[in-house]
């Protein structure tokens, strides 16, 4: 089966610009979640979602991130405007509705805000 | 809430040693736990689930045990080599499906 996929992979930007990755989850997949993880650290989550709905975003800045999940696949995760402690890797990961079913992760975007 | 923890948060060991690692989490209803490695600069590589029903998974020469009640597990990976050199990541899953990560392992096999 085709894994998560992300993109883009490396991302540099300015602080104050904006910027957006993208994610494709493996087929079937109704869950879909977003982390973030700042070097030296363990991820943590940013949004989950089932289908197109949104399940837990309680840690998600929103003042500054937004995501959405369109017809319930691909996801994008959007922040505006970037801060220079949002320097982290991006990871997407989807998983089986079933909640013994393990997660697979995508590559990650690695983002430098400067 | 879930707090995990991993010790030792760096290894150093010389190729062929067998060694374990640790993790520890705070709330013992667990739906079950992952371990993943994540090598410098790339994503999480699943190596191995455990449901709450289990006591150990095997893969290779890799072993991972959980004891519920104390809230703990173990990944022993044995004959080591170099290419087991990454950061090695345990997550427990609990209600709500996300789940939650230690800060990881750093693991370096030398030869």
């Known amino acids: 089966e085709a894994g998560v996929a992300q993109s883009p992979r490396y991302k540099i930007i300015e602080k104050r610009q904006s910027v957006a990755f993208w994610c494709n989850p493996i087929?079937?997949?109704?869950?879909l979640y977003w982390y973030q993880q700042i070097l030296g650290q363990g991820p943590k989550l940013l949004i989950q979602?089932?289908?197109?709905?949104?399940?837990?975003d309680s840690q998600l800045p929103k003042d500054r991130f937004s995501a959405e999940r369109l017809k319930g696949v691909d996801s994008t995760l959007k922040i505006q405007p970037a801060k220079l402690e949002d320097s982290a890797v991006y990871l997407c990961?989807?998983?089986?509705?079933?909640?013994?079913?393990?997660?697979?992760f995508g590559s990650g975007t690695r983002l430098t805000v400067v | 809430k879930q707090e995990v923890t991993q010790i030792p948060a760096a290894l150093s060991v010389p190729e062929g040693e067998n060694l374990v690692l640790n993790c520890s989490f705070t709330?013992?209803?667990?739906?079950?736990l992952q371990w993943f490695r994540q090598d410098p600069g790339k994503g999480l590589t699943s190596l191995l689930l455990?449901?709450?029903?289990?006591r150990e998974q095997t893969s290779g020469r890799l072993n991972a045990s959980l004891d519920k009640s104390s809230g703990r597990s173990t990944l022993y990976i044995a004959a080591s080599q170099p290419g087991d050199s990454a950061t090695y990541l345990c997550?427990?899953?609990?209600?709500?499906?996300?789940?939650?990560f230690g800060k990881g392992t750093s693991l370096l096999v030398t030869p």
């Open positions: 455990i449901q709450s029903s289990q």
């Open positions: 979602f089932q289908n197109n709905g949104v399940v837990d």
């Open positions: 709330d013992s209803a667990i739906y079950n």
């Open positions: 087929s079937g997949h109704a869950t």
């Open positions: 990961a989807s998983s089986s509705p079933d909640r013994n079913y393990g997660y697979t």
């Open positions: 997550a427990v899953k609990n209600s709500g499906y996300a789940l939650n």
